[in-house]
């Protein structure tokens, strides 16, 4: 069965750090690539950033508004992906979600989800 | 970016009424486009990926369609279990972008 643990969610001042993980089991974790998401709190949901599987370069995407702050990587050997975040903003308090992407007919889409992680900035 | 335009934002309906919901995409995104369904407190499930297959285990009763930039999902008889909000969300190309979602509510 297809399982993804997201952790590392909680409360952080504006300006800090935080690091997400996302672990995986129930399939060959370093044969996909990853998305992350979030959803702030009442709001819709919002793609964050995706990371290719090794084969492809583990190259890396990212929405605008968190490009330079926010870094995706992963490491197979443990089937986890993370996501760094640095220079949090009040703005990125949301639930934060990783999901498996299944790339078909050239389109890559989201197939499973974890169950999120909430992270809260606040001062 | 592509922008997605979802409507309507809410939707009162009937067990057994037949809904459609309609997303356009600001530039032709083929058929990029996924539907997800999302109940309080529950991370999303997808429902069709690539504008209108359907996700292994999702009900028949959910279909989609369009391409280029005006899709539908269409709930054929709604039953008690899809009261929840759905979103689409291209998937042509980087940066992915959500519609605003769709809140179905029951009459």
């Known amino acids: 069965e297809v399982q993804l643990v997201e952790s590392g969610g909680g409360l952080v001042q504006p300006g800090r750090s935080l690091r997400l993980s996302c672990t995986a089991s129930g399939f060959t974790f370093g044969d996909y690539g990853m998305n992350w998401f979030r959803q702030a709190p009442g709001k819709g949901l919002e793609w964050v950033g995706f990371i290719s599987i090794k084969s492809y370069g583990g190259t890396t995407e990212y929405v605008a508004s968190v490009k330079g702050r926010f870094t995706i990587s992963r490491d197979d050997s443990k089937s986890i992906a993370y996501l760094q975040m640095n220079s949090l903003k009040i703005e990125d308090t949301g639930v934060y979600y990783c999901t498996r992407v299944v790339t078909y007919s050239g389109y890559d889409s989201s197939d499973y989800w974890g169950q999120g992680t909430l992270v809260t900035v606040s001062s | 970016d592509i922008q997605m335009t979802q409507s309507p934002s809410s939707l009162s309906a009937s067990v057994g009424d037949r809904v459609t919901i309609t997303c356009r995409a600001s530039?032709?995104?083929?058929?990029?486009l996924g539907w997800y369904q999302q109940k309080p407190g529950k991370a999303p499930k997808r429902l069709i990926y690539?504008?209108?297959i359907l996700q292994s285990g999702v009900p028949s009763r959910f279909s989609g369609s369009g391409s280029d930039t005006e899709f539908t999902l269409t709930i054929s008889s709604l039953q008690p279990e899809d009261f929840a909000t759905y979103y689409c969300?291209?998937?042509?190309?980087?940066?992915?972008?959500f519609g605003q979602g769709t809140k179905l509510e029951i009459k």
């Open positions: 530039q032709g995104i083929r058929n990029g």
């Open positions: 690539v504008a209108s």
């Open positions: 969300l291209q998937h042509n190309s980087y940066p992915f972008t």
